[in-house]
């Protein structure tokens, strides 16, 4: 029997599950500004996947970086949620990111 495939699986559920959870809480504490600290490690672990000479930890790297990458287009949608009521709005000071001119500059991105 392959275990492989239900390890993977389950890695998939729980870093999705995990995606939720900093999404939200990283919008919460920090703002939808810090997206593309998230967007670059993610970047990072979907290359250094490339590099990982055993399959399986290659396809977790790979997986765990596409959620990442994935979770830092949605701050942004989650800010908005947070303003629609549909999550916590927390009305206190978030602090900027580093390098915020040219973050707002960009804008975020969405999927």
Do not use: C
């Not at 709005?89 to 978030?94: A, C, D, L």
């Amino acid at each position: 029997m392959q275990w492989g495939g239900l390890g993977l699986g389950l890695f998939s559920f729980g870093i999705i599950g995990f995606g939720f959870f900093w999404v939200i809480r990283t919008e919460y504490y920090l703002g939808y500004l810090w997206w593309p600290y998230p967007m670059l490690l993610g970047a990072l672990m979907i290359i250094g996947s490339l590099f990982v000479g055993n399959a399986g930890l290659s396809a977790l790297l790979g997986i765990a970086g596409a959620s990442f990458v994935w979770g830092a287009t949605e701050l942004k949608e989650q800010a908005v949620r947070a303003e629609l009521g549909w999550f916590r709005f927390n009305p206190g000071h978030k602090p900027d990111p580093p390098f915020i001119e040219v973050i707002k500059k960009i804008g975020a991105p969405h999927l």
